[in-house]
């Protein structure tokens, strides 16, 4: 089982174009997230999605677009990617919604935005 | 809203030595909480949470955390440091009743010293 994939692993990526990070599970497990890591400040959610279908934003949602077509497939769009939005990227998952859910992580991806 | 304060953005210990990372958190109705690791270049993976059960929760590695209402803490302890816990651990709360996605704190660094 491989549990989260994530790709690609890194990526630079010109100021003004568009980007899809891609992440698959499974684990069959119903609800998705997406987050980036930046440095001093931990992790914030841009969105999530509790089942196959539904979305939903986070607390920095702004230049991002996700979709969930099924279970397993939660791709993050980046429409014109700016500098700011360079960081790293995790996706993860949750068996269930519900606030005692344990979440999984896939490794990140590394995307710099020139 | 809920919240969590992980004081120390760093902290490091010599091999051997008790490790002890603080988090205070804030909610309006009783919280779940988590510490999650990170180890270098990877994603989350969960050591330990609290869902109401008991106060002191045992989890992977040898940490382990007290719930302590009357303090609002989470702090996570290990009494002997090795050299392979050094890593990137992050406290989370979330909360039953509106979003039940948790809020992660900013992350502190543990450095292990020979």
């Known amino acids: 089982i491989a549990g989260i994939t994530q790709a690609p692993t890194s990526q630079i990526l010109a100021a003004g174009r568009r980007m899809t990070l891609r992440c698959t599970q499974d684990?069959?497990?119903?609800?998705m997230y997406w987050y980036r890591q930046d440095l001093g400040l931990g992790l914030r959610l841009i969105h999530y999605s509790n089942t196959a279908g539904t979305t939903g934003k986070g607390e920095v949602p702004d230049g991002y677009s996700v979709s969930r077509a099924n279970t397993d497939d939660f791709p993050l769009t980046l429409a014109s990617a700016v500098p700011s939005q360079t960081s790293v990227y995790f996706c993860a998952s949750s068996l269930r919604t519900g606030p005692q859910e344990t979440q999984y992580f896939g490794p990140g991806t590394r995307l710099l935005v020139l | 809203a809920q919240s969590v304060t992980q004081l120390g953005s760093h902290v490091s210990v010599s091999e051997g030595a008790l490790v002890l990372l603080r988090c205070n958190y804030s909610?309006?109705?009783?919280?779940?909480l988590f510490w999650y690791v990170q180890y270098p270049n990877q994603g989350l993976q969960l050591l330990l949470k609290?869902?109401?059960?008991?106060?002191l929760v045992k989890g992977i590695n040898g940490f382990e955390a007290e719930f302590k209402k009357s303090e609002t803490s989470f702090h996570l302890t290990k009494p002997s440091a090795h050299m392979s816990d050094a890593a990137e651990y992050f406290c989370a709360v979330s909360k039953s009743g509106g979003s039940y996605i948790p809020t992660f704190g900013r992350g502190t660094s543990l450095i292990v010293h020979p």
């Open positions: 909610s309006s109705v009783p919280p779940y």
């Open positions: 609290y869902t109401s059960a008991a106060t």
């Open positions: 684990m069959r497990h119903n609800a």
